[in-house]
């Protein structure tokens, strides 16, 4: 961080002022915004204000705006919302998912002249650095996970060596991310990685397994692993799934 370099106030009317993507990205590299915010819509009217009428250079701006300390609350609505402009087309989606999941640091690419003033006096010619920004919050994960799936960019073999390689904090989120492109599956994908989130250690991926084994037409064995469950939260949600089970009954003739 330059500690000569954090914009004042909020910091959102210097972005949006910016006369490039370039000055764009060269701030939020060289800056840090100041406050959290849970103002998602913010960082994404960001995104389409320099963007709407030019894509060009918008998956790093994603990037960098994704992977923003400002937003690092929100990373599930901006991401949604990023993708919901319809300014990434798919094969920019794919790159932003490319970017997002692998790397333990996802990065972007820019002069090195950015790095300070006293790089002003050399001749630095083309060339570029590359700046690490902080790892991927979990429901970046997720996102990219999922996209990686239904776009047959990936497999589930990869993805779980990859879930491997993080903590327990961030690993479950790539698991949520196979439940949400199950649909995309074949029969045999679809069934592994149900089991691999009805098995998984964090609750909430625990939970959206068991609604889909119910609405893949289980519902009685997910009613069931329900009731069982070692977490409180998804015990007292049992009785939910029940209900929904009376709800979907047809009427019984008279």
């Excluded at 009317?13 to 100041?34: D, P, T």
């Excluded at 997002?100 to 003033?117: A, E, I, M, T, Y």
């Excluded at 429901?139 to 497999?155: E, I, K």
């Amino acid at each position: 961080m330059w500690e000569d370099d954090v914009i004042a106030g909020d910091g959102l009317s210097e972005l949006r002022a910016a006369s490039s993507v370039e000055e764009l990205h060269r701030m939020l590299v060289r800056r840090l915004l100041s406050n959290r915010s849970g103002g998602h819509q913010e960082a994404v009217e960001l995104f389409e204000h320099h963007h709407g009428d030019d894509p060009t250079g918008a998956v790093d701006t994603a990037v960098l705006l994704c992977t923003e300390w400002r937003w690092y609350g929100c990373t599930a609505k901006l991401i949604a919302g990023i993708c919901a402009t319809g300014i990434l087309d798919d094969a920019a989606l794919d790159e932003l998912a490319d970017r997002l999941f692998w790397p333990d640091h996802p990065h972007v690419r820019h002069p090195l002249s950015w790095l300070g003033s006293e790089w002003a006096a050399i001749d630095l010619g083309d060339r570029t650095v590359e700046h690490q920004r902080p790892s991927a919050r979990p429901p970046l994960l997720r996102w990219a996970a999922g996209h990686l799936l239904r776009r047959q960019r990936t497999d589930l073999d990869r993805l779980r060596k990859r879930a491997a390689s993080l903590d327990g904090y961030d690993s479950p989120s790539i698991v949520a991310g196979m439940l949400d492109a199950v649909d995309f599956l074949t029969d045999t994908d679809a069934q592994r990685a149900l089991g691999y989130g009805l098995a998984n250690g964090r609750a909430q991926v625990r939970k959206v397994a068991l609604q889909i084994l119910a609405d893949r037409g289980d519902r009685a064995e997910a009613i069931r692993r329900a009731r069982e469950d070692p977490d409180r939260s998804i015990r007292r949600w049992a009785p939910e799934l029940e209900a929904q089970t009376a709800a979907e009954q047809p009427p019984t003739l008279p």
